[in-house]
């Protein structure tokens, strides 16, 4: 079993900046799982934000590019999701989710951003 909490979400306005933070522990390496970041606004379906593999390939869609950058501390366990000029569009839910070298994916609980305008 993996456990993932997410942090770092708030309210921030137009143009500003958060840096969320996804923590993992349990029974994994943490440095051979990928680490993907979701978002799902109110009403509308989850959608994958970035990704990074465990030999640090990045990977964004294509709304985020340029604004957002995914990390990772592998001593830490911990990967990261730094956003920048963040927009009201921006508003949702984000979730981190970790697939093991086996295959096992898991989910954190979310963390709530709300850009305002």
């Known amino acids: 079993q993996v456990q993932l909490v997410e942090s770092g979400g708030g309210l921030v306005q137009a143009g500003g900046s958060l840096r969320l933070s996804c923590a993992a522990s349990g029974s994994t390496t943490f440095s051979y799982n990928s680490i993907d970041w979701y978002r799902q606004a109110p009403g509308k379906q989850r959608e994958w934000v970035a990704r990074?593999?465990?030999?640090?390939?990045?990977n964004y869609a294509d709304s985020v590019k340029g604004r957002f950058t995914i990390s990772r501390d592998n001593a830490k366990n911990t990967a990261y999701l730094q956003m920048n000029s963040l927009k009201p569009e921006d508003t949702a839910v984000y979730y981190c989710?970790?697939?093991?070298?086996?295959?096992?994916?898991?989910w954190g609980q979310g963390t709530q951003v709300t850009v305002s305008s």
């Open positions: 989710k970790t697939r093991t070298e086996y295959g096992y994916e898991y």
């Open positions: 990074i593999r465990s030999g640090g390939e990045l």
